[in-house]
């Protein structure tokens, strides 16, 4: 089955419904958007785009680039959207479809324009829709650490995953008629909430052209389930105020990272009581997830396993450690990926003898509850001292006020590394209390040496923290 098979057929039972909504910028039915599709695939073809090819997007107008994903998919080409400077490694591409300017000028680029949606929409006819085995979609890594990588997923694959959602987010989210998505298109859970949503006859919503008119959408269309990152509903929460929005949501899934408590609170008593948090990857898709208040009990919580995926927690030898024990998190089940496209070297430290490892640590508890305690690659070194950011980050959380935080390693002038810290808090906090705080429970060289107070923290689009970007805030 090709993904774009379910959305023709709501098209066909509803094709006056709402399908995808930018408030403020555009909004298409269900009948609308089958006939767009039809004409963006047209003038593709007409343009030299053929099935199999692989293909990149870079498109503005997020209802424009949503039709260009699915008319491509059902053509037969293999697209994904860049969103950073640079591209993974080893990763090719046919041509770029841009309706701006963009940096990947080694490859051929074809403009695209409003006229691509344009046409009488009649069917195309095909010898054979592609779909099953076949490859449709290249979703980036988030790169958290500045090393991107390019995972390619087949029909059948994002299908699978999808059905996943009807039990790993709970009873709230097959019933929900208007899904918000604050993940970008580029990522694989903005994407997928693309397909599942238009799937099952829902209305799929992003950002308008403003907060204001987001917001006003919420009430107007009474959007019932929202996705989204916790800076992104930090966001919200702020907007929500200033705009005096008392719209609230049936089930809000939080992605990304884990969602504090402070940060918690606030959002329950604004924007919606039901928060279920997520834990997954752009490779294995939903792995654990749970109700927010299920997961405050224990610091680094992030759910139960999900159906259809199998975690081991195992030692640098890959052997599995006891129950409850620290170790590497490792993950396989139905429709996880098993390699990077284009990159030998990063499949085969990612991906060993069937499982996938994310690069988390952590553990699970005797009730079968996955806890995340740090990952391998962002372990500060302070002169042989391991110290994992994360952890600290955990406290500051805890503060009264912070919202977000980040710890990161910086050279001082004489050249030794000292960990800092940025913050993001409604009001100013006082340092030498965050900084008693942080003695209670930290180890004096776990201390953060200088605290900084920031709007917001750098994430990507699949709503985790950028540390590299994170670092590069004092350079």
Known sequence: MNITDPIFFQSWHQPEAPAICAPGIDLVTFGKLEKTINNI????????????QVVALVVRQPVIHAAIILAMARLGVVTASPSAATLPNGLMFDAIIADRDHPFLAFKTIPADPSWTMGDGAPLLMEKVPGGTDFCRICLTSGTTGDSKGVALTHDMILGRLQRYNSAYGPDLPKASRIFCDMALGS????????????????????GNNPENTLRAFAFYRVDAMVASPA????????YEKYQCRHTFDVIISSGSITSRPLADRVRSRIGAKIICDYGSTEASATASAPVHMLERIDGAVGRISPGIEIEIVDKAGCMVKNGQEGIVRVRGDHVANAYAGDPEATAKFFRDGWFFPGDLGRITTDGMLVIVGRQDVILNFGGEKINPESIEAVLNKFGGIVDAAAFGVRNDLGIEEIWALFVSREPIEESLLRR??????APAAIPKRFIRVNELPYNEAGKLDRLRVSQTVN
């Open 188 to 207: 694989a859970l903005g994407f997928q909430f693309l397909v599942y949503a238009l799937g099952k006859g829902a209305a799929f919503f992003v950002r």
């Open 437 to 442: 705080h942080c003695a209670q429970v930290l």
């Open 41 to 52: 695939m047209r003038r593709a073809l007409s343009l030299g785009v053929q099935p199999g």
């Open 232 to 239: 992104a509903l930090a966001e919200f929460a702020k907007d």
